[in-house]
């Protein structure tokens, strides 16, 4: 049985960053595990949770790199969805139909006008069947096992919209938004403009930042990563022995997190009040 398992993890060590396309009705923990397995190392995890009932972009990192997702251009954040209207769910999605009622069409051009007045910033509860942690706890754990779910007011900022298509009962959209959005919830606040009830009957995450599905493709960690390069003039082995830095060794010396390449690894560095911290040391490239 060891020897199996560790045949079977033989890659634990690599480094790699991926972006994997989740598929629909499966968790972002119970696809990870897949994608674990299909790559051979168990040191893994990913960025963005999407919810069981959405699919697409979810970004991999492998061993050291999986420390990485904090420094990461992950936002804004683009969906596509599709309302079904005339649907009523508990969970704003397909997983939870409480009933289907025919709804009256909607002029395109209302339509498409009212999905344009998104653009903006709007406060909202998020769905009750979400990703979003209450003690400790996914609350769509907790709605699914009949417990009361007290979600707080947040907060989304929507900077661009896309009226896609018009075929009643579906409408379908895109959205690019901040951090923390819930699409399921804008297409509430949506369907309130329009007086009208529906729900999502398909939701796909299009890209995380400047991550997007490429079938996979191993991607180089420093043209994503959302900090500034600094210069070091010291030796080397400071770094590769993890010794305090001198601030004197370094171009940038105003506080701030820096990136430090090397040609075989990379650091990222705190300078706070002329102190120099290591955030991560030695990541291998």
């Known amino acids: 049985m060891r020897k199996t398992q560790k045949k079977l993890y033989d890659n634990e060590q690599l480094n790699k960053l991926i972006v994997v396309n989740k598929p629909i009705f499966r968790s972002s923990n119970s696809y990870l595990n897949e994608i674990k397995r299909k790559y051979r190392n168990k040191k893994a995890g990913f960025s963005g949770t999407l919810d069981p009932f959405a699919c697409g972009c979810l970004i991999v990192a492998f061993g050291q790199y999986s420390k990485l997702f904090q420094f990461l251009k992950k936002t804004p954040k683009t969906y596509r969805a599709v309302i079904w209207l005339g649907t009523t769910s508990e969970s704003l999605d397909i997983e939870n139909i409480i009933d289907i009622k025919e709804e009256s069409k909607i002029e395109e051009t209302l339509l498409e006008k009212e999905i344009k007045n998104l653009v903006g910033t709007h406060e909202y509860y998020p769905p009750k069947f979400s990703a979003k942690k209450i003690d400790g706890k996914r609350a769509y754990q907790l709605a699914r096992d009949g417990k009361d779910v007290e979600?707080?007011?947040?907060?989304?900022?929507?900077?661009?919209?896309?009226?896609?298509?018009?075929?009643?009962?579906?409408?379908?959209?895109?959205?690019?938004?901040s951090e923390g959005s819930y699409i399921r919830s804008l297409a509430q606040i949506l369907l309130k403009k329009l007086n009208s009830v529906g729900t999502l009957s398909y939701l796909n995450r299009l890209n995380e930042g400047e991550f997007y599905f490429q079938h996979e493709k191993e991607l180089n960690p420093l043209e994503?990563?959302?900090?500034?390069?600094?210069?070091?003039?010291?030796?080397?082995?400071?770094?590769?022995?993890?010794?305090?830095?001198?601030?004197?060794?370094?171009?940038?010396?105003?506080d701030g997190d820096y990136l430090i390449v090397f040609e075989e690894f990379f650091s990222i560095i705190h300078i706070e009040n002329k102190e120099v911290k290591y955030l991560l040391n030695k990541v291998l490239l």
């Open 151 to 177: 979600m707080k007011k947040s907060i989304m900022t929507i900077s661009e919209t896309k009226f896609i298509s018009y075929k009643h009962p579906f409408i379908t959209f895109e959205a690019t938004v």
């Open 224 to 254: 994503y990563l959302d900090l500034k390069k600094n210069i070091y003039f010291g030796d080397k082995s400071y770094f590769e022995d993890g010794k305090k830095i001198d601030i004197k060794y370094l171009k940038i010396k105003e």
